[in-house]
């Protein structure tokens, strides 16, 4: 399955929200959707899930418009939605019953989700008394209710605790290997950059990067090394050993500066080719390493630079 966002243009009143969004999604992968607050990320999902229409502009699912298929479309929004006093069972089997399930159907579906996601035990409980992350878990399962085939999520690692988290991350893996559509919407790069295979960032309502994140880093210069000596065999030394081997550096004109960094040492270079120079100086001064690493940049770092200046 294949989702083409093409062109979509959409203002409100004299404000122009959506400037020509453009990606392709595809099915078994998770697409990153990601972009400051108010640069149209949220109006380009109501486009995909026909909340409302873009002034113009297509959403194609392999090939064909999408308001004319018959896909499912599974959401979990940021902010939590469950009515607080009704019982989760009720509301699941509602909210089933709503995406066309039978009563058994949402029943069943409810039961086999709350299973999966290890709330079970709230069945019967109102929402009110459940925890941020278990109501977390509780919107996942209703998002997943009627075995969709598209699965948006917003932040949905919000409110989790690692272990919940876990079972979150466990299931988006499952999803995907079933062959489901991901688009992920977070501020949490970190779990972008680990279930993500492509992104598309938004900035002022326009792509300012579209692409497979592997080869978007690969484009990166890599200029900096992270570096620690071996602290069990130097203890207090270790640091100062590293330092005189960045001060012989950069008098070679090898390195430009050094930052420090959780206990090591990162040696911004002068150019990604004085990498070997570096290995070799402290290779001669016979410096016993824990860690050695050529870095690559974060997708926190590149959604900065690409994003930073949005207004």
């Not at 486009?47 to 499912?72: C, R, T, W, Y």
């Not at 040492?265 to 001669?284: C, G, H, P, R, Y």
Request: charged share 25%; hydrophobic share 40%.
């Amino acid at each position: 399955m294949k989702l083409q966002v093409r062109n979509l243009q959409k203002s409100f009143g004299e404000k122009k929200v959506l400037c020509g969004i453009d990606f392709l999604a595809e099915s078994g992968k998770a697409f990153g959707l990601l972009g400051r607050n108010g640069a149209g990320k949220t109006t380009t999902i109501r486009i995909i899930m026909q909340v409302f229409a873009p002034d113009s502009g297509d959403i194609l699912l392999n090939g064909e418009n999408i308001s004319s298929s018959h896909v499912k479309i599974g959401y979990l929004p940021e902010e939590r939605g469950l009515y607080p006093k009704r019982t989760i069972k009720d509301q699941l089997v509602y909210i089933g019953m709503l995406k066309g399930l039978s009563r058994s159907e949402a029943e069943i579906n409810t039961k086999k989700w709350l299973n999966r996601l290890e709330v079970s035990g709230y069945y019967n409980v109102a929402a009110d008394t459940l925890s941020k992350g278990n109501q977390q878990k509780i919107q996942l399962a209703m998002t997943l209710l009627g075995e969709p085939d598209i699965i948006i999520l917003d932040e949905p690692f919000s409110g989790l605790d690692p272990v919940n988290a876990q079972i979150f991350k466990s299931v988006v893996r499952e999803l995907m290997d079933s062959g489901k559509l991901l688009i992920f919407s977070s501020h949490q790069m970190n779990q972008v950059e680990e279930f993500c295979n492509q992104i598309a960032i938004i900035n002022g309502g326009k792509i300012v990067l579209e692409g497979s994140l592997k080869t978007i880093k690969k484009s990166y210069e890599r200029k900096r090394l992270l570096i620690s000596a071996d602290y069990k065999k130097y203890k207090d030394k270790a640091d100062q050993i590293l330092l005189d081997a960045f001060n012989a550096l950069k008098d070679k004109g090898a390195v430009q500066k050094i930052e420090q960094h959780n206990g090591k040492f990162i040696f911004i270079l002068q150019s990604e080719n004085d990498k070997e120079t570096v290995f070799k100086e402290i290779a001669q001064q016979n410096i016993t390493l824990e860690h050695f690493e050529i870095l690559e940049p974060t997708l926190e770092e590149i959604f900065i630079e690409k994003a930073g200046d949005s207004q």
